[in-house]
């Protein structure tokens, strides 16, 4: 009985194992075909640091209101009723009464949390691209810290009047954006048409 089996099973083998061979083969293959395309590396996510379209970066609002003071102006003078001169105005001011929430625009990291005279308390925020968001005149309490990595819509600051150099319009947001090192119009990012 044993031997007839063993006989059987061979005769099997000899007769149909080119088959089978051939099946377990293109199973294999397609198992392996399979595996490689399920491990292919998934695509480099652009978490908060990775290349930004810059066609397409919207800002969060820097502050809830966005009631604009003074425009962008790259060339055109502007008045500056403080310092009596005409000068450009590579920022938009936005108004707000003191102590007013100011917004990380934008996923990123502090780079410099900073004060001079004529600008105050200053936040830096690169949010990746090539883009810095520089937001000026806050309060001197400034919640974040340089190296910290905050997210879109967190508080980052309160709107003050410590500008001395824009001091004449009282408290606001003087909000900048570099784009590779040149100061470019935030409204570019930021729909200020409409408060
Ligand atoms: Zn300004």
Do not use: C, R
Not at 109 to 134: A, H, Q, S
């Amino acid at each position: 009985m044993q031997a007839n089996k063993y006989t059987a099973i061979s005769k099997f083998f000899k007769k149909y194992g080119y088959w089978v061979g051939l099946g377990l083969s293109i199973a294999v293959l397609i198992m392996v075909v399979t595996l490689a395309v399920v491990n292919k590396p998934a695509p480099m996510e652009d978490e908060n640091f990775g290349p930004v379209n810059t066609d397409t970066v919207t800002f969060t609002n820097p502050v809830t209101q966005l009631d604009t003071l003074k425009t962008y102006s790259n060339s055109a003078l502007q008045y500056n009723s403080t310092l009596n001169l005409w000068q450009a105005h590579k920022a938009v001011d936005f108004a707000a009464e003191e102590g007013t929430e100011v917004y990380a625009v934008m996923d990123g990291k502090v780079t410099e949390v900073t004060y001079n005279y004529l600008m105050g308390n200053i936040v830096k925020l690169d949010i990746g691209g090539g883009i810095t968001v520089v937001y000026a005149s806050l309060a001197s309490d400034v919640p974040v810290k340089a190296g910290d990595e905050v997210k879109k819509g967190s508080v980052i600051g309160k709107v003050s009047n410590t500008a001395k150099s824009e001091a004449n319009d009282g408290p606001h947001l003087h909000l900048e954006v570099l784009l590779n090192g040149e100061l470019v119009d935030p409204a570019l990012y930021l729909d200020i048409s409409e408060k």
